[in-house]
């Protein structure tokens, strides 16, 4: 009887053939995914380009750019001050980004993006038969959890390089320094050295061998904040923060 | 091909229109910590020294304090580059000036426990504090080393020095290469202001003062070989704006090549030229593995502004026989940094986020390399060439990156954090010492935690038995007769200190080896 390979699973891109290195490896849930048809309606189910209008992409297809921006939509959510990934052309970001890898990174990362949509996949791994573009955003935070969390290392740094990637892309954005109380840079690009150059003290006398950290603690420092010689600072301080827990107690409550 | 220039200068992709042949005295692969040293000591002894540098070249007024511009433009893989799980980040500079011009500025000389062990075990007998002294001190003296001010510990550090104070734990203000700091916080993302002594306004300039040419956007892809000797680096020419390649080619027929490319880049570089020396090449990559816990404070912080590392702790660098010790220092809080290394997502991760102007990040970086068992990571070539960093994390590692944990979440409390969370995926939240005992039950394991690396080292072992290392004392290439490593890959272990002025002075003493290798 005809026997698949049990190890691995393709996730091929449009006008790409087969190949052995034209594979994802997916170690024991390769078998799985095979088990339920790699070819049945499933894995034919097709994404519906949903993106803002915005410049030609170089690396993502129009559908793979949809999925990355659904991750964003809910690894960002709604919150008032965050403006949405759409508002900072996170697209065109994150193709930037990509841009720049190795194309053989860039096909890796294009695949993992085609099988985290899939809805093949979403039944296998998830039990979601449903491309995640499709699935509703509860569904969809679960199944990213499900790849967080999952007992297959390579499913977590799956997640990883996606949410690495969003959040590179999205927090590396002027428009949302304001949402996370970032003043931005000190200088303006144009700024000069500073006029008076603070001249440092003289290299403090350390003996060879231990380093600074292993000797006697230097003189108690006074609480002031730190001066910035020569620069302005832009905004004032955050007003003071009253820090309730992030975590609820039953999210991370160990009892 | 055989366009010949004379006079000292740094030449970028942008200026390299024909193929070159050079044919100095010594090629330098590599322009960071060990390649600036020595192409300037050699160059000040009269010696023609060509230096191959694969990123771009920028001077501080190129500085725009964006990370989206300075990660993808100053260093490795485009900010890109970790293990091949993910499961750490690995920092790495790939800029004229390597990773000394990105880093945080923090210099420790060699502690002598780390000399003491590579002679016993390594035999490494000529290393030793008082004799690597002057190498050091003429480095400080060139870099302007010295400790930070007091004025200048910005709350970051300064959480780390009241928490560690009052745990009663050892604590230091850290010295740092920097002439006219501001203390703006942005060395990462290259000195806007040109303070840090980073090579590329330091050594390297004297090296071109001294007759030196400095290719940037010049990427060595393999030696040429003839017996034992090296006798041709065959390099691409990189766009300076694409970082793709141009078609143009430098090749470099030295008399005594040096190879300064990192720890990861120079096995690298070895493998693609096919010298493995008994897959001992690539072998020991040690990385100091790095946890990291954010407290949120009541009052800002600011993380962002200021000297990024300024106070150290190593109470825990030695815990006792089979325990891998670690040491604790600050990083910076800016956004993309902050973002990517945070555990959770979504709303949780968001809301962390909007109080970043209340948090500290504190990191625990374990002393990898010590323990007889240990045998680090490995740099090896996956089959379409790319370079592939593996790191496995072994038992006492994890048990070392969990106490690290505790300890920084310890410091925080002790310096008045409303709170302290974890990198992990599900962020363990510390909010007073009985929840400490959390992070026992935490899921300690690739890919559900944050770690990272800013110290590349090993790879090219340095020892005395050619059977067990890749180096000899002298820095010289087992098997070959004109070819000298200088870098981080020559450690036989890693530091348990910041290793730029471990580099610096290594690459002090040798530039004396490869000048007598030079006939």
């Known amino acids: 009887m005809y026997r698949r390979r049990p190890q691995r699973v393709s996730i091929l891109l449009p006008g790409e053939r087969p190949g052995r290195r034209g594979f994802l490896k997916l170690g024991l849930f390769g078998a799985a995914f095979l088990a339920v048809g790699g070819s049945g309606y499933l894995a034919t189910r097709r994404t519906r380009v949903r993106l803002p209008a915005g410049g030609p992409l170089s690396v993502f297809s129009p559908e793979e750019a949809t999925v990355l921006m659904a991750v964003a939509e809910r690894l960002v959510p709604e919150r008032a001050g965050f403006p949405r990934p759409a508002a900072v052309k996170l697209a065109e970001k994150m193709d930037r980004v990509a841009a720049m890898a190795d194309p053989a990174t860039q096909l890796e990362l294009r695949r993992l993006v085609r099988l985290f949509e899939s809805a093949l996949g979403g039944l296998v791994f998830d039990r979601q038969p449903q491309l995640f573009t499709e699935a509703s955003p509860a569904h969809q935070d679960l199944r990213l959890r499900a790849w967080a969390e999952s007992r297959i290392a390579l499913r977590r740094t799956g997640h990883l390089a996606m949410k690495r990637l969003v959040y590179a892309s999205y927090y590396g954005s002027p428009e949302t320094y304001a949402a996370v109380g970032y003043p931005g840079p000190p200088l303006r690009p144009s700024a000069e050295r500073p006029a008076s150059r603070p001249t440092p003290p003289a290299p403090s006398p350390s003996p060879p061998g231990e380093g600074a950290a292993a000797r006697p603690a230097g003189p108690e420092p006074s609480p002031r904040p730190p001066r910035r010689r020569g620069v302005a600072k832009p905004f004032e301080a955050q007003p003071v923060d009253q820090s309730p827990p992030l975590i609820s107690p039953s999210v991370n409550d160990d009892g | ?321 089979g325990k891998i010790g670690f040491f604790l220092e600050a990083a910076p809080v800016h956004p993309v940094l902050a973002a990517t290394a945070l555990g959770g997502s979504g709303a949780l991760h968001q809301a962390f986020m909007a109080r970043l102007s209340h948090a500290s990040a504190l990191i625990a970086l374990t002393v990898d390399g010590f323990l007889p068992e240990e045998e680090g990571g490995t740099v090896s070539l996956r089959s379409d060439g790319r370079v592939r960093i593996d790191y496995p994390l072994r038992a006492e590692l994890w048990e070392a990156l969990r106490e690290g944990s505790k300890a920084l979440a310890r410091v925080h409390l002790a310096a008045g954090a409303s709170a302290a969370y974890t990198l992990h995926e599900d962020p363990v939240e510390v909010r007073a010492e009985s929840d400490v005992a959390k992070l026992d039950r935490a899921p300690w394991e690739a890919c559900r935690v944050q770690l990272f690396t800013a110290h590349q080292m090993g790879g090219c072992a340095m020892g005395r038995d050619p059977e067990r290392s890749c180096t000899s004392p002298e820095f010289r290439l087992h098997a070959h007769e004109n070819v000298f490593v200088v870098d981080g890959s020559v450690l036989p272990t890693s530091l348990g200190v910041n290793p730029q002025l471990t580099i610096f002075g290594l690459a002090h003493l040798a530039a004396e080896h490869v000048a007598a290798g030079v006939r």
């Open chain 2, 1 to 321: 091909m055989a366009e010949r220039r004379s006079e000292g200068r740094i030449v970028t992709g942008r200026e390299i229109a024909q193929d070159l042949e050079e044919r100095p005295d010594v090629c330098v692969v590599g322009s960071g910590a060990g390649g600036a040293v020595v192409a300037a000591r050699l160059a000040e002894r009269g010696l023609k020294v060509v230096v191959l540098e694969e990123g771009g070249y920028y001077r501080p007024s190129d500085a725009d304090m964006q990370e989206a511009t300075a990660y993808p433009r100053l260093y490795q893989d485009h900010g890109q580059r970790a293990t091949a799980d993910l499961a750490i980040t690995i920092l790495q500079g790939r800029t004229v000036g390597g990773s000394t011009a990105v880093n945080w500025t923090t210099s420790f000389r060699t502690p002598e426990r780390v000399f003491a062990h590579w002679r016993a075990v390594y035999g490494l007998d000529a290393f030793t504090s008082e004799a690597l002294a002057p190498h050091f001190a003429a480095v400080e003296a060139r870099l302007n080393i010295h400790e930070q001010p007091d004025e200048g510990v910005n709350a970051n550090n300064r959480a780390l020095w009241d928490g560690a104070g009052k745990l009663g734990w050892a604590r230091a203000r850290t010295r740092r290469n920097v002439d006219g700091c501001a203390n703006l916080g942005y060395c990462g993302m290259g000195c806007p202001i040109g303070a840090r002594t980073s090579m590329d306004i330091s050594y390297l300039p004297d090296a071109v003062e001294h007759g030196a040419r400095l290719y940037a956007n010049t990427r060595a892809v393999s030696l040429e070989r003839a017996g034992r000797r090296v006798t041709a680096v065959h390099a691409e020419v990189l766009d300076p704006v694409t970082d793709r390649r141009t078609g143009r080619r430098v090749v470099v027929r030295p008399r005594v090549v040096v190879l300064s490319g990192g720890a990861i880049n120079t096995p690298a570089l070895l493998l693609r030229s096919d010298i493995r020396l008994a897959g001992k090449v690539g072998a020991r990559t040690f990385l100091h593995p790095v946890a990291g816990v954010m407290g949120l404070y009541p009052h800002p912080i600011e993380g962002y502004y200021g000297a990024p590392q300024s106070v150290a702790s190593h109470e825990f660098v030695e815990r006792g026989p």
